[in-house]
């Protein structure tokens, strides 16, 4: 089982900083398995980022993917209000149970 | 555009079985998997199972093997998840959604609330 490990557990930070969030895998992982999601109290997840480094369709520029082998990144570069909130990686490994894993979240709040 | 819109919520007994609707539109139902996704309050995410639209066929994380059943109308494009022999411990809110090649979530639905309770 590949088991994803973010961290920090929690990120403070204020509005037009910079966050970067990181996800270690327990094993080497191709890359493009790797996927980012937000996820705002009461709402359903939003994917962010896929393929390691591609961008959903809507998603601002200011949220890049980044990382190899066992250590992967999202980053934001200028923090706008609305981006506090908890963010997961995911990865799908083929022939492996389970097929998907999530990361156990980061929660990115205001400072 | 892509929607994928669930039943309400539901409130069952321990022992009792629950099933989930999604109805999906917007897009072809049978060209892309569908899973499901659970997540406890003030939890992260856990993924459940997939379902291949298409042929039915069907793939569950070992947690759930034997309790879950996840079935769809093609007619209707709607997927189904149902659980059963619940417990305090399935009291989650559950997700569907569709998955995209390489194996990401591209779309969600609003998610269904199921509490268990005596």
């Known amino acids: 089982e590949v088991v994803l490990t973010q961290s920090p557990g929690t990120l403070s930070l204020s509005p037009g900083e910079r966050a970067t969030l990181s996800c270690r895998a327990s094993?080497?992982?191709?890359?493009?398995?790797l996927a980012w999601y937000q996820q705002r109290p009461g709402q359903a997840p939003r994917l962010l980022i896929y393929?390691?480094?591609s961008r959903a369709t809507g998603i601002p520029d200011r949220f890049s993917g980044s990382g190899s082998g066992t250590d992967f990144t999202l980053t934001i570069s200028r923090l706008e209000p609305e981006d506090f909130a908890v963010y997961y990686c995911q990865c799908q490994q083929y022939g492996v149970s389970p097929l998907y894993t999530f990361g156990q979240g980061t929660k990115l709040e205001i400072k | 555009q892509v929607q994928l819109v669930q039943s309400g919520a539901e409130v069952k007994e321990p022992g009792a079985s629950v099933k989930v609707a999604c109805k999906t539109s917007?897009?072809?139902?049978?060209?892309?998997?569908i899973s499901w996704v659970r997540q406890a309050t003030g939890h992260g995410l856990e993924w459940m199972g997939w379902?291949?639209?298409?042929?039915?066929?069907?793939g569950y994380t070992e947690k759930f093997q034997g309790r879950v059943s996840m079935t769809r109308n093609t007619s209707i494009g709607t997927a189904y998840m149902e659980l059963t022999s619940l417990t305090s411990e399935d009291t989650a809110v559950y997700y569907c959604?569709?998955?995209?090649?390489?194996?990401?979530?591209?779309?969600w639905g609003q998610g269904t609330l199921v509490t268990v309770s005596s």
């Open positions: 917007g897009y072809t139902f049978t060209r892309y998997d």
């Open positions: 094993q080497s992982l191709k890359s493009t398995c």
């Open positions: 959604s569709r998955t995209s090649s390489p194996g990401f979530f591209e779309f």
């Open positions: 379902m291949n639209p298409n042929s039915g066929d069907t």
């Open positions: 393929g390691g480094t």
